[in-house]
């Protein structure tokens, strides 16, 4: 079992920043590509963006793109997902989640790819 955890959500105003952090408990967290998703009441739980098991591609939503960007540290089992020029559209559960293919070719944007999720982290973003 891999549990994720998520940090650095909050309240911020439109136009802020924040900077989200999950952290794998897997020894083998360099072999899987991470994924960080989001869900609005009422929504489907959507992509965001997602990077490569090596860390060398990354992949975004694209209305996100240029926004948001997606980091990995291997070292130190952890992903972040910086935010940027937030908008009240972007209030959400941001989830992480971990591919449940090892050295997968490329990356995938579909949720049925990734086999663990983290708890979640609440941002809301006020206008």
């Known amino acids: 079992q891999v549990q994720l955890v998520e940090s650095g959500g909050g309240l911020v105003q439109a136009g802020g920043s924040l900077r989200l952090s999950c952290t794998a408990s897997r020894r083998t967290f360099t072999s899987y590509g991470m994924g960080w998703f989001r869900q609005a009441p009422g929504n489907e739980r959507e992509f965001v963006a997602a990077?490569?098991?090596?860390?060398?591609?990354?992949y975004y939503a694209n209305a996100l793109k240029g926004r948001f960007t997606i980091s990995r540290d291997n070292a130190e089992n952890t992903v972040w997902l910086q935010m940027n020029s937030l908008k009240p559209e972007d209030t959400a559960v941001y989830y992480c989640?971990?591919?449940?293919?090892?050295?997968?070719?490329?990356?995938?944007?579909?949720?049925?790819?990734?086999?663990?999720w983290g708890q979640g982290t609440q941002v809301t973003v006020s206008s």
């Open positions: 990077i490569s098991w090596s860390g060398g591609t990354t």
């Open positions: 989640a971990s591919d449940r293919r090892a050295y997968r070719v490329g990356i995938s944007a579909a949720r049925y790819d990734y086999e663990y």
